[in-house]
């Protein structure tokens, strides 16, 4: 199994990136896929995901600035973040959560309830 996320890097206030989520190794159609990140010394939060059936959901602090959409033929889940702010700097993790899961409707930003990670992907905004 692989998640391997790209697109990271050093961007400017108000300005955007996309992070990508490549996957390989499981039914990747069956998962809800999500992004979390995590700031210096704290722990990880969630940040947008989305489920087997195209349903997305944001944090609060993303909603309205951050899309995320998946591509089931290429196994992959974008994030578009637009106007980012220096408090969006952190190292960005996707992860892979299977449908079957009896409560993850109701846990999905329970770290837990995802069985697969990647290795993350730092963001850095300046202002």
């Known amino acids: 199994v692989q998640l391997v996320e790209s697109g990271g890097g050093l961007a400017q206030a108000g300005g955007s990136l996309r992070l990508s989520c490549a996957t390989a190794?499981?039914?990747?159609?069956?998962?809800?896929i999500a992004w979390f990140r995590q700031f210096p010394e704290k722990a990880r939060e969630g940040v947008s995901l989305?489920?087997?059936?195209?349903?997305?959901y944001y944090a609060d602090s993303v909603r309205g600035r951050f899309t995320i959409y998946r591509d089931n033929a290429k196994n992959t889940v974008y994030l578009q973040m637009n106007d980012l702010k220096p408090e969006d700097t952190a190292v960005y993790y996707c992860?892979?959560?299977?449908?079957?899961?009896?409560?993850?409707?109701?846990?999905?930003?329970?770290?837990?309830?995802?069985?697969?990670w990647g290795w993350g992907t730092q963001v850095t905004i300046s202002s």
């Open positions: 989305i489920n087997r059936d195209g349903n997305t």
């Open positions: 992860a892979a959560a299977d449908y079957t899961h009896p409560e993850l409707l109701l846990r999905q930003w329970h770290l837990t309830e995802y069985d697969y």
């Open positions: 190794g499981f039914t990747f159609a069956d998962y809800t």
